[in-house]
């Protein structure tokens, strides 16, 4: 039973244009959610957080939005640059347990 | 720092063969995981430890599988005999709690099982 779903395996954005990768999960205690990045041949790199009581997070070009009524969270990315091209995990967490990750999106970023 | 180190990067092995992959945390870090990516399951927590102890094994798909934490500074993850159905990339990460902010996570073994 996947908690958190990432139901696009894949996405091609061009260069300067905005990126969204969706992110849905099921397991309502959650109270903090997180994006990873991973590289090729590298392990994943934290990327942005969000806190439940929240809805919105922005650093720099990535922002990520919560929506607890429709359990789903989005990372936008504005503007797209061909570094951003990577595998993107979504994951959540409740209280003290361990982080629970979805299977990835893969963004292509098109120069 | 030289963050979290895990051995080898990559392996290839026969089925049937036993298998030990290894991780070098970061100092004073007291939590490790171990996870596995799959395409079809993405990144799934194998087993963490707190304190070298193992906190939650539920992950661990079958008894082939286990996994170790001797002290601070080592843990291995062994699997005995090896199929081809657990061909995957190998992850271990490290961190100061359990909770969210403080994963860092090793580059990963590959293991190919033949």
Same mark, same amino acid.
């Given at each position: 039973?996947?908690?958190? +779903?990432?139901?696009?395996?894949?996405?091609?954005?061009?260069?300067?244009?905005?990126?969204?990768?969706?992110?849905?999960?099921?397991?309502?205690?959650?109270?903090?959610?997180?994006?990873? +990045?991973?590289?090729?041949?590298?392990?994943?790199?934290?990327?942005?957080?969000?806190?439940?009581?929240?809805?919105?997070?922005?650093?720099?070009?990535?922002?990520?939005?919560?929506?607890?009524?429709? +359990?789903?969270?989005?990372?936008?990315?504005?503007?797209?640059?061909?570094?951003?091209?990577?595998?993107?995990?979504?994951?959540?967490?409740?209280?003290?347990?361990?982080?629970?990750?979805? +299977?990835?999106?893969?963004?292509?970023?098109?120069? | 720092?030289?963050?979290?180190?895990?051995?080898?990067?990559?392996?290839?092995?026969?089925?049937?063969?036993?298998?030990?992959?290894?991780?070098?945390?970061?100092?004073?870090?007291?939590?490790?995981?171990?996870?596995?990516? #799959?395409?079809?399951?993405?990144?799934?927590?194998?087993?963490?430890?707190?304190?070298?102890?193992?906190?939650?094994? *539920?992950?661990?798909?079958?008894?082939?599988?286990?996994?170790?934490?001797?002290?601070?500074?080592? *843990?291995?993850?062994?699997?005995?005999?090896?199929?081809?159905?657990?061909?995957?990339?190998?992850?271990?990460?490290?961190?100061?709690?359990? #909770?969210?902010?403080?994963?860092?996570?090793?580059?990963? #073994?590959?293991?190919?099982?033949?």
């Amino acid at each position: 039973d996947q908690q958190v +779903k990432q139901n696009s395996p894949s996405l091609s954005v061009q260069e300067g244009r905005i990126s969204i990768l969706n992110c849905d999960y099921t397991n309502s205690m959650f109270d903090y959610f997180l994006w990873y +990045k991973k590289y090729p041949a590298e392990g994943p790199t934290f990327l942005i957080s969000i806190s439940s009581i929240k809805d919105k997070n922005e650093d720099g070009r990535f922002t990520v939005f919560l929506n607890k009524s429709a +359990k789903h969270l989005s990372l936008h990315i504005v503007p797209s640059q061909p570094g951003d091209s990577a595998v993107y995990f979504c994951a959540g967490h409740s209280g003290n347990t361990p982080l629970v990750f979805g +299977k990835g999106t893969r963004l292509s970023v098109i120069a | 720092d030289a963050g979290v180190i895990q051995s080898p990067r990559h392996e290839v092995t026969e089925m049937g063969q036993e298998v030990t992959l290894r991780c070098k945390p970061i100092s004073g870090h007291d939590y490790l995981f171990w996870y596995r990516q #799959t395409m079809m399951r993405g990144l799934e927590l194998l087993i963490y430890f707190n304190n070298n102890v193992p906190i939650d094994d *539920s992950g661990m798909p079958e008894d082939r599988f286990s996994a170790k934490m001797p002290n601070a500074s080592f *843990s291995t993850l062994k699997i005995q005999p090896s199929e081809p159905r657990d061909s995957a990339v190998y992850f271990c990460a490290s961190s100061q709690s359990s #909770t969210s902010r403080g994963y860092t996570f090793g580059s990963g #073994t590959r293991l190919t099982v033949v």
